[in-house]
């Protein structure tokens, strides 16, 4: 069965998560995802404060960018998480926006050389292993958790290009694919992760695609939609985005999911003036179609 959820964007100030996360978890919301962009909230401490404010949503950051954390802190940060909210949490990790992370002065000249050490190390931190490493960007030495997470957690990678979509596959348990993803796209990013798995000898170990959906509902839906789609430069790709009613956006939901997406995150627009509204919209009138 395909997941739905949706993503608080971090342009909505954050002494307004909790009153969204409120009712994300009052409406049986499965999963309320946050993001950690240049220079807005943490993804860390937005998760951990949503985490305490509800009782049963499943939290996700999708991402935090690794030039900004050393992957012992991100492993550290996690597992607290994983141990405090049992099962309730989801990590996306991703090699940043290439321009905010050179105004911080953390720009790699090999990203995907950064994500791929990242990854092995983060999961076997969080494994519980002892972890040496001595890599381009991530060196370690005899680096181990004292509280790890109790049960296996998934780490996600967020991945565009052909190369970090088969190190996805490769070194990850998931890929998080952003709302510029048609269901094309996610055929053609389910095959190159396929490839990544091959490579690495883990084709019989699950991995989970989690597409976000740029959707818009209610008053002036459409436009809304096309200016956001026109500020991000791809108001002429076929099938990217929706607005309408909960009919409208479920079909296009089942479209991701048939092209290979296991979770697709309802991504309102910047602008979208009823946050709470639109939560409620998810879980209350497009999931129920979803499923049917």
């Known amino acids: 069965m395909t997941g739905l959820g949706a993503v608080l964007r971090p342009q909505l100030a954050p002494e307004r998560l909790r009153a969204v996360a409120r009712v994300a978890d009052e409406v049986g919301l499965e999963e ?49 998480l994983h141990r405090m909210f049992p099962g309730r ?9 290439q321009d905010w992370m050179g105004q911080v002065g953390a720009r790699v000249e090999s990203p995907v050389t950064l994500l791929r050490e990242y990854l092995l190390a983060l999961r076997a931190l969080l494994r519980g292993e002892r972890v040496s490493a001595k890599g381009r960007y ?19 990678a967020g991945a565009t290009g052909p190369r970090s979509l088969r190190l996805a596959g490769e070194a990850a348990d998931g890929t998080v694919l952003t709302a510029n993803t048609p269901p094309d796209g996610v055929r053609r990013a389910r095959r190159l992760i396929d490839e990544g798995r091959a490579a690495a000898g883990r084709s019989d170990d699950a991995h989970k695609v989690v597409v976000y959906l740029l959707a818009a509902t209610g008053a002036g839906a459409r436009e809304r939609l096309r200016a956001e789609l026109v500020a991000e430069g791809v108001a ?34 910047g602008d979208e ?8 919209f998810a879980a209350e009138r497009v999931r129920p179609l979803v499923v049917a």
């Open 138 to 156: 991530v060196q370690l030495d005899d680096v181990a958790l004292d509280w790890p997470p109790e049960r296996a957690e998934e780490v996600l």
């Open 32 to 80: 309320l995802w946050l993001w950690e962009d240049c220079f807005r909230e943490g993804g860390i401490s937005s998760a951990a404060a949503v985490l305490a404010w509800t009782e049963r949503v499943r939290v996700g950051v999708g991402l935090l960018p690794v030039p900004l954390r050393n992957v012992a802190v991100t492993a550290m940060e996690a597992a607290t």
């Open 236 to 269: 002429d790709v076929p099938d990217l985005g929706v607005a309408g009613d909960a009919e409208a956006v479920a079909d296009a939901v089942r479209r991701l999911a048939e092209a290979g997406a296991d979770t697709v995150i309802l991504q309102p627009t």
């Open 273 to 280: 003036p009823d946050p709470e509204g639109f939560v409620r």
């Open 89 to 97: 949490a989801v990590l996306g990790v991703g090699h940043g926006v």
